[in-house]
């Protein structure tokens, strides 16, 4: 659905947690900055079918209003996608951590 790749976005340090910050470098929502909180992935083997869900929080608007992309599905499947890649490279490169520290974040679901 969505054609990610690691030019999209940048991955900061985060001084107010141990999760790094996520800086989007392209598009629509450029320069807007979150954080992924707690991750999980739930299995329904009968359908073949998994559901990615996440916690976010909006650390920097850019030139969005933060309403804009709280309540908006296709900025929220944008970084669910994002996740799901950023998952992916980290797996296939055998590094990358995005954190493991407990903060406050919005909550999103993701197929």
């Known amino acids: 659905m969505y054609n990610i790749s690691n030019d999209d976005y940048k991955m900061l340090e985060n001084t107010a ?3 790094y910050a996520i800086k989007l470098l392209k598009g629509k929502w450029k320069d807007v900055i ?4 707690a991750v999980s992935i739930s299995e329904d083997v009968v359908n073949d079918n998994a559901t990615l869900s996440f916690n976010w929080n909006l650390n920097d608007s850019g030139n969005c209003e933060p309403e804009e992309l709280t309540n908006n599905e ?3 499947n944008y970084i669910g996608a994002l ?7 980290s797996l296939e490169n055998k590094e990358a951590k995005i ?3 407990n903060t406050h974040t919005q909550p999103s679901n993701t197929q």
Request: zero cysteines; charged letters at 15%; a negative charge.
């Open 74 to 76: 296709k900025f929220q």
């Open 34 to 37: 979150f954080t992924y909180g």
């Open 83 to 89: 996740l799901q890649f950023i998952i992916s490279e």
């Open 99 to 101: 954190g493991t520290a």
């Open 17 to 19: 947690s141990e999760f």
